[in-house]
Every structure is written in structure tokens, then in C-alpha cells.
């Protein structure tokens, strides 16, 4: 039996960012759920992991529906403590809900699912030669997408819509950019996009491949804990 940790860099339970990448799991898995944003407050808590200008940044959205953007290196040291916790809890897999970089994040036993790894991985294998459009949810995150994604040729194109917008015109204007440059595939680089978003593109006449973070996360995970 696998006791899965999904871990958010916001307030958990999460279950529009952890639902699809369960679904995946093994029947007999036990789940958990935390955040580095949980506590009897975590709004002050995004105050003092707030985002720093010129800092790479994170975006989350605490359960009152509030979207804050963090700064990537304080999460990844607050994240640090969040896996220790979950591994004295018995928990010998962790799912990271988050596709920001972490180099320095460890596990001492359990076994450690970083969306970026996997996303990233997945694209230069399978879509190597493709021209490919990134989507990320904020333009002060362009910089750093660039940088993550540099193995992959061609080099991608950019752009940029919140997963966390009321509704999907923004991120359907991101797409259609993206395919007037020529890309023949779109990646949603953040956990906060969900298949609901994919359907929204489809919707709206995308007809490239499309794929999100947590399907691919969920299609890679979901083998190796059966």
C-alpha cells in the first residue's frame, strides 16, 4: 500500500490540481494532503513568502479564492520542511502540486514527483522537433520558463494567461498567439491549469495537441506506484 503526499505550495486540500493525478493512483493508495501555506493564517503566511521583484515568482490561490504570487526561493525552503513533515507522517511518496524549479529540494526516503522534471522530460522526447508554446501564468515568469525550457529545440515560444481568471479568454487569446508564431503543440506550464482548460481551447477551436501539467504528472506517476 502507497501513502501518497500531495503537496502544494498553497493551501490543501487542493483537489483541482491533486484530482486528475489521483485518479491515476493505484485503488489502494492512501492520500494526504498539505501546503506551505497551511495554518490558522495563511494569508500572513503568503506576506512573508511574498514575491520579490526581479525574484523568479510562483502563483497560488489560498481557499478563500485569493490568488497571491510568491517568491520562488522562499517557497522551496518552506516546501523543504513540508516533505520532511510528510515523511515523519509515514508518507513514502510525494507529489509535488507545483511546476516551479526546486534544485534543492530532497526526500530522505520517500520517493520525490516534481512536475518540472517530468513535464520537461516528456516534451524533449516526445515533441523533440516540434515547435511547442508554453503557456505560463504570468509575464514576470517568462524569463525564467525560457530559461527551464532551454533544451528543448526548437526553442519554445512564450505566453502568457492566469490559470486563475474568471473565465478562459485570456488563456484562449495566449493559444491563438502562440499558433500565429507557428507552434505546432501547447504546454500549460502551471498545476493551476486543468483539463477544463483544455476542453476551453478545444472549445474555442485549438486543434493542436494541448497538455497540462497534472495529465502528464498523473499518466508518469500512476505506473510507477502500481
Given at each position: 500500500?502507497?501513502?501518497?503526499?500531495?503537496?502544494t505550495?498553497?493551501?490543501s486540500?487542493?483537489p483541482?490540481?491533486?484530482?486528475?493525478?489521483e485518479?491515476a493512483?493505484?485503488?489502494t493508495?492512501?492520500?494526504?494532503?498539505?501546503?506551505?501555506?497551511?495554518?490558522?493564517?495563511?494569508?500572513?503566511?503568503?506576506?512573508r513568502l511574498?514575491?520579490?521583484?526581479?525574484?523568479?515568482?510562483?502563483i497560488?490561490?489560498?481557499a478563500?479564492?485569493?490568488?497571491v504570487?510568491l517568491d520562488?526561493?522562499?517557497?522551496?525552503?518552506?516546501?523543504?520542511d513540508?516533505?520532511?513533515?510528510?515523511?515523519?507522517?509515514?508518507?513514502?511518496?510525494v507529489?509535488?502540486?507545483?511546476?516551479?524549479?526546486?534544485?534543492?529540494?530532497?526526500?530522505?526516503?520517500?520517493?520525490?514527483?516534481?512536475?518540472?522534471?517530468?513535464l520537461?522530460t516528456?516534451?524533449r522526447?516526445?515533441?523533440?522537433?516540434?515547435?511547442?508554446?508554453?503557456?505560463?501564468?504570468?509575464?514576470?515568469?517568462?524569463?525564467?520558463?525560457?530559461?527551464?525550457?532551454r533544451?528543448?529545440?526548437?526553442?519554445p515560444?512564450f505566453?502568457?494567461?492566469?490559470?486563475?481568471?474568471a473565465?478562459?479568454?485570456?488563456?484562449l487569446?495566449?493559444?491563438?498567439e502562440?499558433?500565429?508564431?507557428?507552434?505546432?503543440?501547447?504546454v500549460?506550464d502551471c498545476?493551476?491549469?486543468?483539463?477544463?482548460?483544455?476542453e476551453?481551447?478545444r472549445?474555442?477551436?485549438?486543434?493542436?495537441?494541448v497538455?497540462?501539467?497534472?495529465g502528464?504528472?498523473?499518466?508518469?506517476?500512476?505506473?510507477?506506484?502500481?
Amino acid at each position: 500500500m502507497r501513502n501518497v503526499g500531495f503537496l502544494t505550495i498553497g493551501q490543501s486540500p487542493r483537489p483541482d490540481l491533486s484530482g486528475g493525478i489521483e485518479a491515476a493512483l493505484p485503488a489502494t493508495a492512501r492520500v494526504r494532503h498539505a501546503g506551505v501555506l497551511d495554518g490558522p493564517d495563511p494569508a500572513r503566511a503568503a506576506e512573508r513568502l511574498a514575491a520579490t521583484p526581479g525574484r523568479p515568482t510562483l502563483i497560488t490561490r489560498l481557499a478563500t479564492g485569493v490568488t497571491v504570487t510568491l517568491d520562488e526561493s522562499a517557497v522551496g525552503e518552506a516546501l523543504q520542511d513540508r516533505v520532511d513533515a510528510l515523511e515523519e507522517e509515514g508518507v513514502d511518496t510525494v507529489v509535488l502540486l507545483c511546476t516551479g524549479e526546486f534544485p534543492a529540494l530532497r526526500a530522505r526516503r520517500a520517493l520525490l514527483v516534481e512536475p518540472d522534471a517530468l513535464l520537461t522530460t516528456y516534451v524533449r522526447g516526445v515533441l523533440s522537433g516540434v515547435p511547442v508554446g508554453v503557456i505560463v501564468p504570468l509575464s514576470e515568469q517568462v524569463a525564467a520558463a525560457r530559461e527551464k525550457w532551454r533544451g528543448v529545440t526548437p526553442a519554445p515560444e512564450f505566453a502568457t494567461a492566469s490559470p486563475y481568471a474568471a473565465d478562459e479568454t485570456e488563456l484562449l487569446d495566449a493559444a491563438r498567439e502562440l499558433m500565429g508564431r507557428g507552434v505546432a503543440a501547447l504546454v500549460l506550464d502551471c498545476m493551476g491549469y486543468a483539463d477544463r482548460h483544455r476542453e476551453a481551447l478545444r472549445a474555442g477551436g485549438v486543434r493542436v495537441p494541448v497538455l497540462t501539467s497534472s495529465g502528464i504528472t498523473g499518466a508518469m506517476t500512476g505506473p510507477l506506484l502500481a
